[in-house]
């Protein structure tokens, strides 16, 4: 029940929010381009190569 109230939720905010949430993904991607795959800000990751 709760998940299907979940599910209803999110595909509703993705169709109304598509365009704004694919913006906020893509401003976050550039902030950080580690971010989509650590999830976190990492310590080491001024030890980025150049």
């Given amino acids: 029940m709760f998940l299907q109230w979940m599910r209803a939720y ?12 694919f ?3 893509l401003y ?4 950080d381009p580690n971010a ?7 310590e080491t ?3 980025t190569p150049v």
């Fill in 23 to 25: 913006s906020w993904v």
């Fill in 28 to 31: 976050r991607a550039a902030g």
């Fill in 10 to 21: 999110i595909t509703q905010m993705l169709q109304s929010n598509t365009i704004y949430y």
């Fill in 36 to 42: 989509w795959r650590l999830g976190r800000i990492e």
């Fill in 45 to 47: 990751d001024h030890e």
